[in-house]
């Protein structure tokens, strides 16, 4: 049995053998690749300087949300998609002269450009005069300016309430002519008594020739 010492000298020069045999089976242009760029390359040192990101203001935020919102409401992807023309015409029957149109009458789905963005206005304008309301609640700031906020506020909901309910009777003439139609067969309809136990009852029910 040889000596501890001896077995370790020859499993050293065996590993020794074996590492040179492993490197002296490298492809040679590879082993040349592997050295001679980096024999006159160097990296650079580079000094890069991570970017700061800070966070928009308050305001911005708020012009980026009430422009947003304003393109979903005034219809842009419609716009985008479909390509209407910025406002429509017809022709009078009577007279032949071709008059522009703003608003597309009869078709709730439908919409020329100019009309989208007048009502896409109109709701924006309703919600900075909520803004404003809620603005003039501010207990920190001189009544006066208060006031000056409370009234461009109200003005504004009270404005862009009346014009929208304009567009809409515009854009949809047949249903306002049928609740003004209604409302006055309904108003002239007679009203007929009938007693029951002593008892007046009167019924909004037309009068019928069999009864």
């Known amino acids: ?3 501890k010492s001896e077995s370790l000298h020859s499993g050293t020069a065996t590993a020794t053998a074996h590492s040179d045999h492993s490197s002296g089976s490298i492809d040679p242009i590879v082993h040349l690749l592997q050295i001679f760029p980096y024999s006159f390359l160097r990296p650079p040192r580079l000094r890069l300087k991570l970017p700061t990101l800070t966070l928009p203001s ?3 935020v708020f012009a980026l949300v009430l422009l947003t919102y304003f393109m979903v409401v005034s219809g842009f992807v419609y716009d985008v998609i479909v390509e209407p023309p910025g406002i429509g015409s017809t022709q009078d029957p009577r007279t032949g002269a071709v008059r ?4 597309l009458p ?4 439908g919409q020329y450009i100019i009309e989208g963005l007048s009502s896409g206005f109109m709701f924006v304008l309703g919600g900075v005069g909520i803004v404003l309301m809620d603005l003039a609640l501010d207990r920190n700031r001189a009544k006066s300016v208060k006031v000056s906020y409370a009234t461009a506020g109200i003005s ?10 304009l567009f809409i009777r515009i854009k949809i003439p047949v249903m306002t002519r049928r609740e003004e139609t209604t409302g006055r067969e309904h108003s002239h309809i007679p009203r007929r008594s009938k ?3 002593g008892a007046v009852l009167r019924h909004d029910v037309p009068f019928s020739l069999i009864s």
């Open 1 to 3: 049995m040889p000596p």
């Open 58 to 60: 308050p305001m911005t």
């Open 100 to 103: 522009p149109v703003v608003f």
């Open 106 to 109: 009869g078709r709730v789905n």
């Open 156 to 165: 504004s909901v009270v404005l862009a309430y009346v014009m929208s309910m």
């Open 195 to 197: 007693a029951v136990d």
